[in-house]
């Protein structure tokens, strides 16, 4: 395991509570957590880890920090202020595990490091399941010395870890992804409800296309287990922040002048599900309003 001593973790949401446990678990560190809510502080308690009272006190008593947050302007929120800029010191790293910008990834990754200080983005992927079991797959951004010091902590939650180049590397890969995932989640929408209005089973539908080339993850997962049974709780990953992380790629794809028109199509169909008040629900909920047009 990594020479580093104390863990901080800010953010225990639907994510980030059973990431920070498996930390809590498998690191054999000492790990202080943070977050704003009181119900996961506790949880977490219990498994072992220290409350801290503030951001700040998180990155005053910690070598390594683990941020698990839902957007951009939280990781922002808890950089400024009395975060982690003022109480940053030397030899210190922090590790977004989120997805977020990538011009905001580098530029937080420049301040720290004119203190001495490393930023490396990790964001994550698969499902809350997988968070709980410990099987993630993460994405780096990070120089090679600085991924080989934090891999040992990411493989307490991760099974598949990947350096895909220095810092921002990671949340473009993570970006991406999410692009192809939401491209595919509205294909498969699309199949299920032509084939609803000309007497094909869904299930039946989704569970032959798995068997020829048409199969994936998004298939397996987000096709059978939530668009066939028209399962899209809420407190899972939700049609507003799908939305956040299209534009990630959008916004991408614009600085390098590319047209990307399916995912602009995929951002008008996750914006008429919120429009229609499907904002809170898990994203491939975009089926039920596919349906109805």
């Not at 678990?25 to 009181?38: E, P, Q, T, W, Y």
């Not at 950089?79 to 580098?106: K, Y």
Request: include cysteine.
């Amino acid at each position: 395991m990594s020479d580093y001593k104390t863990l901080g973790f800010i953010g225990l949401g639907v994510m980030g509570e059973p990431i920070c446990r498996n930390l809590v678990r498998k690191s054999g560190k000492r790990v202080i957590v943070f977050d704003l809510a009181a119900e996961p502080l506790q949880r977490l308690r219990a498994d072992g880890a220290e409350v801290a009272h503030s951001v700040g006190d998180v990155v005053n008593h910690c070598d390594a920090i683990f941020l698990c947050l839902p957007s951009a302007r939280h990781v922002r929120a808890v950089f400024e202020g009395d975060g982690i800029l003022r109480n940053v010191r030397s030899g210190q790293v922090v590790v977004d595990l989120g997805t977020s910008s990538v011009a905001q990834t580098r530029d937080f990754a420049g301040q720290l490091q004119t203190r001495g200080a490393a930023w490396a983005d990790a964001p994550i992927a698969r499902t809350r399941q997988a968070a709980q079991d410990g099987t993630l797959s993460v994405m780096v951004g990070a120089a090679p010395a600085l991924y080989a010091a934090i891999e040992p902590l990411i493989r307490c939650f991760a099974t598949d870890v990947t350096r895909c180049g220095d810092v921002g590397a990671g949340q473009v890969t993570k970006i991406l992804n999410n692009m192809v995932l939401f491209e595919t989640v509205n294909a498969l929408a699309e199949a299920v409800a032509v084939a609803k209005h000309n007497g094909v089973d869904p299930k039946l539908l989704l569970e032959t296309l798995s068997k020829g080339s048409a199969d994936s993850f998004a298939l397996r997962n987000h096709g059978l287990k939530a668009i066939v049974p028209g399962a899209f709780p809420e407190r899972a990953f939700s049609t507003e922040y799908a939305l956040k992380d299209l534009s990630y790629a959008l916004e991408l794809a614009r600085d390098a002048g590319v047209k990307i028109r399916g995912a602009e199509l995929a951002g008008t169909i996750l914006q008429e599900a919120i429009d229609a008040g499907s904002k809170d629900n898990y994203f491939p909920v975009i089926a039920r309003h596919i349906d109805r047009t």
